[in-house]
């Protein structure tokens, strides 16, 4: 089973900084995607960043030149170093696997249990 613990998630003040990690466990899978989403209260939750086996990254616009997405796959975890942090920042944030099973094609998706990023003014 594929498990995802979020940390690093605290309260800052605008402008400040903060980086986010991932810890992936995947026994028997192969990943096919990482990524970071966030969720406002009230709000759909939405992509952040997301990062390709290839090494290709994707940034929602709002984040982007802000935050970076990076994998150490050496201690297999994902990143997420976010800078000139805003108070529309503040949300929890969720780190997201996409796997295949060794031997089929078709993708799960899992899901971390969430760290909460506060930004004051």
């Known amino acids: 089973q594929v498990q995802l613990v979020e940390s690093g998630g605290a309260s800052v003040q605008a402008g400040g900084f903060l980086r986010l990690s991932c810890a992936v466990s995947?026994?028997?899978?192969?990943?096919?995607?990482l990524g970071w989403y966030r969720q406002a209260p009230g709000s759909q939750r939405e992509l952040v960043a997301q990062?390709?086996?290839?090494?290709?990254?994707t940034y929602g616009d709002s984040v982007l030149g802000r935050f970076a997405i990076s994998m150490d796959n050496a201690k297999n975890t994902l990143s997420l170093q976010m800078g000139s942090l805003k108070p529309e920042d503040t949300a929890v944030y969720y780190c997201?696997?996409?796997?295949?099973?060794?031997?089929?094609?078709?993708?799960?998706?899992?899901w971390g249990q969430g760290t909460q990023v506060t930004v004051s003014a």
């Open positions: 997201n696997a996409v796997v295949r099973r060794f031997g089929r094609t078709n993708h799960q998706t899992f």
């Open positions: 995947r026994p028997g899978f192969s990943i096919v995607n």
């Open positions: 990062l390709t086996t290839e090494g290709y990254t």
